[in-house]
């Protein structure tokens, strides 16, 4: 019960958490690499859990079936490093007035549902809350030129020298649909996912 903080990397045994309710002054949890674990039911039950990281550390392949556990938590802190979220549902957002952080690769989720998080957690910061990350690009016509990514499924990586008009388009766009979806239920911004 008095354990606070938990990091645990490569388990390809492990398919399910344990029963937290009795971690009463668990804050933090990492859970890095674990192949069989694709439900995260039962991290509700942990009172204290502010922090919690799931996913790769290098090749991003974890599948969560759904991060909807995570609602009505009191998490501030929120990392997903994998390759999918499955049910696509992420209304549990509307239930962590305290978010101040969430962090994931800048691809994984389509930019509307990016800027949909950043406008109803306006706490919150971190990669994809904003329509650019800065970077070295690579891409046909740049080798590591400065520039910056664009979030958002299978958006580009455009270099500065080129392309600033087209990077402040992107930001454009971005900002306004911030305004379109705040306060804005999930369900209503994407009435195709459930």
Same mark, same amino acid.
């Given at each position: 019960p008095q354990l606070e903080y938990v990091y645990w990397h490569t388990n390809h045994r492990i398919e399910t958490l344990w029963d937290m309710s009795k971690n009463y002054a668990l804050k933090g949890l990492v859970i890095n690499d674990f192949s069989r674990l694709h439900n995260i039911d039962g991290?509700?039950?942990a009172p204290a859990l502010r922090y919690f990281y799931i996913g790769n550390g290098i090749w991003l392949t974890t599948v969560i079936d759904s991060l909807m556990p995570l609602a009505n938590t009191g998490?501030?802190? =929120?990392?997903f490093y994998g390759k999918k979220i499955a049910d696509g549902n992420l209304s549990f957002f509307e239930? =962590? /007035?305290e978010l101040q952080s969430f962090n994931c690769p800048t691809n994984l989720l389509t930019t509307?549902?990016? *800027?949909?998080i950043a406008a109803n957690c306006p706490k *919150?910061?971190?990669?994809? =809350?904003? *329509?650019?990350?800065?970077? /070295?690009?690579?891409?046909?016509?740049?080798?590591? *030129?400065?520039g910056t990514y664009i979030v958002g499924k299978r958006k580009p990586a455009l270099a500065f020298e080129d392309s600033e008009a087209r990077i402040q388009k992107y930001i454009d766009a971005f900002e306004a649909m911030k305004e379109k979806y705040r306060g804005v239920p999930f369900g209503k911004a994407f009435p195709n996912i459930k």
């Open positions: 991290i509700e039950k998490i501030t802190h =929120l990392e239930t =962590l /007035p509307e549902q990016f *800027a949909w *919150a910061q971190g990669r994809g =809350l904003k *329509a650019t990350e800065d970077g /070295p690009v690579y891409n046909s016509k740049h080798c590591g *030129a400065p």
